[in-house]
């Protein structure tokens, strides 16, 4: 990280964050105490730990939730949880592991504008892991494009379609791009042929 090999630092001192897929919340615990409960390992805030997750369950738009368990939210609620919990220990790089593989369509639309901005407000650098072309390219700055664990292409969404480094980042990023762009002309041509 930063030009620092981190590979033997402990996961607890690599200033790293990092969401689930499975959201990975504690199901006894309130939204405010799965928010708190990581400042509480650290020394440094256990003072402030509270005012800390008060303030992210704010600035997440979950402080009227605070005092409900997860099984009380919503999918798209408790990823917001999730990554508030991450997000107040302000760790230097965020991993999301394909964190919204498990929501319907219209919360992962709304959750990749919400990510988008929390990463322009935060500043965090955030790696995110998704086998969706569509999210991929919808919300990166850059993209890394591996196969069987080899990177392949790392550009920006722009480079990757104008250049594609192979016929493996053809096929698997720009034909399966096509494939949906297609898909929804052929919704609005049916769409607007019933009006």
């Known amino acids: 990280m930063d030009g620092a090999d981190i590979t033997n630092v402990s996961p607890a001192d690599r200033n790293m964050g990092i969401v689930f897929q499975n959201y990975a919340l504690?199901?006894?615990?309130?939204?405010?105490?799965?928010?708190?409960?990581a400042l509480h390992l650290k020394k440094q805030y256990k003072s402030t730990a509270r005012e800390m997750a008060l303030d992210m369950l704010k600035r997440m738009d979950l402080s009227e939730h605070m005092n409900k368990r997860p099984g009380e939210l919503s999918g798209g609620q408790q990823q917001r949880v999730a990554i508030a919990r991450t997000l107040v220990l302000n760790p230097k790089v965020i991993l999301f592991d394909e964190p919204m593989s498990a929501l319907d369509v219209a919360t992962r639309l709304s959750l990749r504008s919400e990510i988008k901005d929390i990463q322009k407000e935060f500043g965090t650098t955030m790696i995110y892991?998704?086998?969706?072309?569509?999210e991929a390219f919808s919300m990166s700055d850059r993209v890394m494009v591996m196969e069987a664990s080899h990177l392949v292409q790392l550009d920006t969404p722009e480079a990757i379609i104008r250049s594609p480094a192979n016929d493996y980042v053809k096929d698997f990023v720009i034909k399966n791009l096509q494939i949906k762009i297609n898909s929804l002309v052929r919704f609005v041509q049916y769409q607007e042929s019933c009006q």
Do not use: K, P
Not at 28 to 33: A, E, F, I, P, S
Not at 129 to 134: L, N, S, Y
């Open 26 to 37: 504690f199901e006894n615990m309130t939204v405010l105490r799965n928010v708190e409960y």
């Open 129 to 134: 892991i998704t086998h969706d072309q569509e």
